[in-house]
Every structure is written in structure tokens, then in C-alpha cells.
């Protein structure tokens, strides 16, 4: 290991051709195409205001909700209720430079922001961070903090 402290980016590229890293950085590839195409999908629900299909994103054990200070963990059928009840769809929605990191063989971290169309005239910015783990043969929300920039002058 005393290579590794040098430095030197001949011992990273070594590092990176090992078998052992090869075996964990192929499956993440599809791992991350996926988590992609979910966010993308997920926009367009958004968007769309597609409850159901909103619902049926969030993993069916629960899902935690953190942001501005709380931290809660949610039940499908408090979910389902939030969505169904008290849920509106935004006027306009974009994620923002969204970044993935693969967790294990079986998980997604995302983070980026998100803009948020209230009205026509109204757009929140906040920030995301999302956990998506691998259930079924599908991706579904474990986690999910959304925060809203605070406005100018707080």
C-alpha cells in the first residue's frame, strides 16, 4: 500500500484495471442508468400529477421525509393519504444538475435541487437528496429531503 500514499496517478489507474474494482464498478453502470431514467420518469409524474404513480415510487416498507429541521418516517398509507388529500401538482417542475451515487449493489444516492412552479409567476428552488433502493426489480424512494432555499434577505 505504500505506492497508494505517493500519490501518483500510475497507482490510481492501477488500482482502477484490478479485478475487484471492476466487479463492483460494472453493475453500477446499469445500477445509475436506471436511477436516471427514474428521476426523468418521476418529473414527468410529477408534472403530469400522476398520484398513483407518484405512490407507487415510494418503497412499500415506508419512507423517511427530512427537511427544514423535521425528520418523519411515513407509512404507505400515509403517504398514499398525502398524495391523494393534500398533494397539488406544480405549475412547472425541472431538476437541477442532479448527481448519482451508487450505494452497494442495490442503491442510489441523489442529490441536486429541483425548481418548483407554484403559479406562473411563483418558483421555489430547493434542494434534493434522495435514497433509492432496489426493491422487486425496481427502484423505489427509501428517503427523500427536500428543502426550500430560504428567500433572499433571511
Do not use: N
Not at 436511477?35 to 398513483?52: H, I, N, P, S, V
Not at 423517511?64 to 405549475?91: A, C, D, I, L, S
Not at 434542494?127 to 432555499?149: C, F, K, N, P, W
Amino acid at each position: 500500500m505504500k505506492f497508494l500514499r505517493s500519490g501518483s496517478i500510475s497507482a490510481l489507474a492501477l488500482l482502477l484495471q484490478t479485478p475487484a474494482y471492476a466487479q463492483v464498478a460494472k453493475p453500477m453502470a446499469p445500477l445509475v442508468a436506471a436511477a436516471q431514467k427514474f428521476m426523468a420518469t418521476y418529473a414527468t409524474d410529477l408534472l403530469a400529477g400522476r398520484r398513483e404513480a407518484i405512490i407507487s415510487r415510494y418503497d412499500s416498507r415506508g419512507s423517511y421525509r427530512v427537511g427544514q429541521g423535521k425528520k418523519t418516517f411515513e407509512t404507505p398509507e400515509e403517504t398514499k393519504k398525502f398524495y391523494m388529500e393534500k398533494w397539488h401538482p406544480p405549475v412547472s417542475f425541472a431538476w437541477k444538475d442532479l448527481s448519482y451515487e451508487p450505494v452497494g449493489l442495490d442503491g442510489v444516492v441523489v442529490t441536486g435541487t429541483f425548481e418548483w412552479g407554484v403559479s406562473a409567476d411563483t418558483r421555489l428552488t430547493c434542494s434534493y437528496t434522495g435514497l433509492l433502493l432496489s426493491q422487486d426489480g425496481h427502484l423505489r424512494i427509501r428517503l427523500e429531503d427536500e428543502s426550500v432555499a430560504p428567500s433572499p434577505g433571511k
